[in-house]
């Protein structure tokens, strides 16, 4: 019993670092739409098209940590209801 709540345990900590990396990339990705307006301004249209594709890339990668964070919790739900 101990090994699986030091299992479940790690599951949940993964879980939290991984959500925290999804707000992180929340906050890039409005760093970088700030980036693509201050460009536009500028008139310097290609460098707001590649701002434009990293905030795209970002959220992109948010979106996949905000996933991979539900299925762990999940797993662990389903770890707790079997043990």
């Not at 599951?11 to 670092?17: D, E, G, M, R, V």
């Not at 290609?46 to 590649?50: F, H, K, N, Q, V």
């Not at 990293?54 to 890339?57: D, E, G, H, P, Q």
């Given at each position: 019993m101990v090994n699986i709540e030091?299992?479940?345990f790690n599951?949940?900590?993964?879980?939290?670092?991984i959500a925290r990396m999804s707000?992180?990339?929340t906050k890039q990705e409005r760093d970088e739409l700030l980036k693509v307006k201050k460009a536009m301004e500028?008139?310097?249209m290609?460098?707001?098209?590649?701002y434009g594709q990293?905030?795209?890339?970002i959220r992109n990668t948010g979106n996949n940590y905000l996933k991979l964070s539900s299925r762990i919790d999940a797993r662990i739900h389903l770890t707790r209801s079997t043990a």
């Open positions: 030091t299992q479940i599951l949940k900590f993964t879980s939290k670092q707000t992180k990339c500028k008139g310097d290609d460098s707001a098209r590649i990293n905030a795209i890339r």
